[in-house]
């Protein structure tokens, strides 16, 4: 890692900055994969799959029986593990629910608003080198949970944990589709993937873009994402050797992950530095961590208020405090969009099954965006009830307001009704 000792704070911005992708390029080779799945539906998805893919979908929808077979392709150990993490996904997110709560804002006028399930949602989940059936458990949980009637998959992954963990989360459809013509299919509809409402999963940069294209056309989605990415504020308290592998399992994503460590001891940072080559060897996909970390930095500061000024403008999707007080700084965090606090929380647990959702704003949006949640999967539709004491209660505040802004027709709906109560 590049180690950079007490840099001024004018040149944090620099050294904190994201890589810039270069947007226009990319969108236009998404664009007519949009436009041709638009006009041709399944006939257009077949064709890119055998441009891109160089493969023949001859059935895009996986059957009944690919969903039932899953399970018996995985082995007892790792079917445990998925169920575990399920159970502790589910009842983390369950207590999300909130109850409705009317509230009398004045006598004889009462508020108050319901969650409702967005009825048809999408997930995406990429293929590549890692089968990221956890993500279908993160984003399946809390669609179960809220209620959502249509549940539709994309995948070009066959791989029976990813079918598994869709079966237990209740996927309605799943289909064969991959990269940007998956988000096309379920933003447009075709004749065999419904159209959904909503599209939710992670992916490459053409995923990323095609979702940002179609939240333009009124399909909402997640979140932007960008480049998964790590930092890490450890202090003399921490373990070199746990901070190491935490650096590394965010950087084995891939060449572009984000891997920043802070700290306030700069023999903390020669530990750490000394032992990620020696972790980073054993690893299978050490070429991808090590153009990872070989991009990284190590910021040396003065004390914990630098760390956490610094932390809070770089605003991580994962943020560890391998730090004394660790929970007690993490009320100071004001951006990140998951804090893992201490010595024994790797951010691997969760990434998998502590129960918080790994599925996260990336690229500095945590300054702005949560992760994904209950709520992420419902609408909350506001009521109000008035009563005839109650419009008379608001109603000459109404008028006065409708009057004050010349709207006539505004004042006259609270006036006529005022009128037939006297």
Known sequence: MNIIPFPARDQWPTLLARPVQEAQDIEAKVIPILEQVKSEGDQGIRALARKFDKTELTNLAFSEADMAGAEAKLDDELKAAIQQAYRNIYKFHEGQLQPVEKIETMPGVTCWRKSVGIEKVGIYIPGGSAPLFSTVLMLGVPAQIAGCKEVILCTPSDHPAILYAA??????????????????????????????????????????TAKMLISKEGVAIDMPAGPSEVAVYADDTAVPAFVAADLLSQAEHGPDSQVLLVSTSKKLLSSVNLILSSQMNSLPRRELAAQSIGNSKAILVENEEDAIELLNQYAAEHLILSVENAEAVSEKIINAGSIFLGNYTPESCGDYASGTNHTLPTNGYARAYSGVSVDSFVKKITIQNITEQGIKNIGPTVEAMAEAESLAAHRKAVSIRLKSLF
């Open 167 to 208: 079966k237990l989360v209740g996927v309605t459809k799943a289909f064969r589709i991959g990269g940007a013509q998956a988000i096309a299919a379920l933003a447009y509809g075709t004749e065999s993937v419904p159209k959904v409402y909503k599209i939710f999963g992670p992916g490459n940069q053409y995923v990323t």
